[in-house]
């Protein structure tokens, strides 16, 4: 549960459950007890205790690919880039029936991101795109491919694929992948210069990632429209709206 919770982007929810979880192991084999441990580290964002826990699992059982994509994704959420290289190529190396390609290819596209190569990270987005086999998924992979579209400065691809996203409908609770198309969507008219419309999606994104308990996501999207007020020529502003969220 705790796991479904945090795909959907409930991360409040997902850390009850995994509370929940962690209480009810007691009983359960060491490796079980350090799967939960990573996983409460990583919805805390405790990187180094999540690949600690990971890292331990994973030699107890290295042909586990979803203990070696969580540590993937701790060593890449850390930015200890060649530990996540590493990691990645291991996966890369496991037989195909094992493998989920399109896990694969996402994390291909993210690690190019990382490195700021956006020409792999749509190639790798591309890929993943032709692996998916669910709406999310689908979403995911477009999402990916147009983020590198955008900045390898390809702004009418980016309009094409937005036409073709959900959109965040006044009244609803969002789910995760569509506060993801609002922060595209949202940069996408900030480098076209329309700054309140930018500004407007950024806090609103803020707003419903903070209910969903996604704390990272609300912080980032309150620093972009932040972003927005200075350059729309409001520095003074941009600096009241920061302070008055975080204090």
């Known amino acids: 549960l705790a796991d479904s919770f945090a795909q959907a ?3 409040a929810r997902a850390q009850q459950w995994i509370v929940a979880a962690e209480h ?31 890292t331990a699992v994973h030699q107890l ?25 590493a990691t990645l190529q291991a996966l890369a ?5 094992t493998l989920d390609a399109w896990r694969l290819a996402m994390a291909q596209a993210r690690l190019a991101t990382a490195r700021g190569d956006h020409s792999t990270r749509k190639e790798a987005a591309i890929a993943a795109l032709e692996q998916a086999r669910t709406p999310s998924h689908r979403l995911q992979s477009r999402l990916e491919q147009a983020w590198a579209w ?3 400065g390809h702004s009418d691809e980016v309009e094409t694929m937005l036409s073709q996203m959900p959109k965040l409908a006044d009244g609803t609770t969002p789910d995760i992948d569509t506060l993801r198309v609002e922060q595209l969507r949202a940069t996408w008219l900030r480098e076209a210069g329309n700054y309140p419309g930018a500004q407007a999606r950024f806090e609103q994104i803020a707003t419903q990632a903070q209910a969903l308990g996604q704390a990272e996501l609300a912080a980032r999207a309150q620093r972009e429209a932040a972003y927005v007020q200075i350059q729309a020529g409001q520095p003074g502003q941009a600096v009241a709206t920061l302070q008055e969220r975080f204090d």
């Not at 990573?38 to 919805?43: D, P, V």
């Not at 200890?80 to 290289?85: K, M, N, S």
């Open 24 to 54: 009810a192991a007691t009983a359960l084999p060491r490796a079980e007890q350090l799967r939960i441990a990573a996983y409460k580290a990583r919805l805390e964002y405790r990187w180094d205790d999540a690949i600690a826990h990971l």
């Open 93 to 97: 190396a496991q037989p195909a029936p």
């Open 9 to 11: 982007g409930a991360i």
């Open 150 to 152: 955008l900045l390898l």
């Open 61 to 85: 059982d290295p042909g586990d690919t979803d203990v070696a994509f969580r540590l993937f994704d701790a060593q890449l959420a850390s930015a200890r880039l060649g530990d996540a290289t």
